[in-house]
């Protein structure tokens, strides 16, 4: 995404706004200028970020008022960014790559150069943590520290600067890949400088939770099938049924499942009762009403009109 198509944030309102996550400060709010570009890859986001001095701090407050558990990549193009996490304090100059967990208390303090730049640069990447199967220990052993410039972290730095450059010219068929690649390079720095080696399987179960988060997404899209699934991560279909071997559920009884959870909720929604039976099928990703209403039965033992008549007089049902 080009710096034209940044949103430029200004003051105390600027700070305020420039994340849920943390609450930054700086010495005179009044001044303080910030221009901020996201990329959004799948549930991979690249943040590039143009700002003068401010610090950034993730309370245990804050951790409980807006909860989440993601690996913060940051990549200092200019200036410098003093982190602290774990007990362990780094400081970043340009072209270094640090991690930082949302999950845990952190301080950022970002300094612009000491050449009489009034901003400094960085390029931040935030995956869920959720993604990195297994590997949290090896995340907190990690956080904060300066990672060795590697070939493995140089290329992935180059990566992840390059996207937040050019982000606007990633075609939505390259998207997914993207984000693989991105989660999946993270995981080889992380298993690079990590003593223990990785879990049987973590590659796998990293794919698997990816291609779950990519299905729920999808849900109402009728054509989605183990097929286009599997083309989109740029697996085979016999890949993909092998990935869910041994789990609660194969890939069709998963998407299967989930639509009907998706229809249930909307079927005893007060604010859907004017909504046909046959349009909350197809809006579940049901392509066949006759199809739709067979599950649901087989699922919940009742019809959807028998649902949505048992729960009229208590609008706030849910369905699990």
Do not use: W
């Amino acid at each position: 995404m080009s710096p034209r198509n940044a949103e430029r944030l200004l003051g105390a309102s600027g700070l305020a706004a420039m994340s849920d996550a943390a609450e930054f400060s700086a010495d005179d709010p009044d001044d303080f200028e910030a221009e901020v570009a996201s990329l959004q890859l799948g549930v991979v986001r690249i943040d590039s970020v143009l700002t003068t001095g401010c610090v950034a701090r993730r309370s245990a407050e804050r951790i409980e008022s807006a909860p989440s558990d993601t690996l913060q990549l940051l990549i200092t193009r200019s200036g410098e960014v003093i982190t602290t996490q774990h007990g362990r304090t780094a400081g970043v100059v340009p072209g270094g790559l640090v991690l930082l967990r949302s999950g845990a208390e952190f301080t950022s303090a970002f300094r612009p150069g000491q050449g009489g730049e009034d901003k400094m640069s960085i390029v931040q990447t935030t995956i869920p943590m959720s993604l990195l199967i297994s590997r949290e220990r090896a995340v907190n052993a990690l956080t904060s520290t300066v990672l060795p410039p590697t070939p493995l972290v140089a290329g992935t730095t180059a990566l992840l600067s390059t996207l937040a450059d050019c982000g606007a010219a990633v075609g939505p068929a390259a998207v997914r890949f993207a984000e693989h690649a991105i989660v999946d390079l993270t995981l080889a720095i992380i298993a690079d400088n990590d003593s223990s080696p990785l879990a049987p399987g973590t590659i796998e179960a990293s794919t698997r939770l990816r291609i779950r988060e990519f299905m729920v997404r999808r849900l109402r899209d009728h054509t989605m099938t183990p097929a286009t699934i599997a083309a989109e991560f740029g697996i085979s279909t016999r890949y993909l049924h092998r990935l869910f071997e041994g789990q609660a559920a194969t890939v069709a009884a998963f998407v299967k499942d989930e639509r009907l959870a998706l229809a249930a909720a909307q079927v005893v929604d007060i604010a859907e009762r004017r909504t046909s039976i046959a349009s909350i099928a197809a809006h579940s990703g049901f392509h066949s009403i006759n199809t739709f209403g067979r599950a649901f039965k087989e699922r919940y033992g009742i019809s959807p009109l028998q649902m949505r008549a048992e729960n009229a007089a208590q609008p706030r049902s849910s369905i699990s």
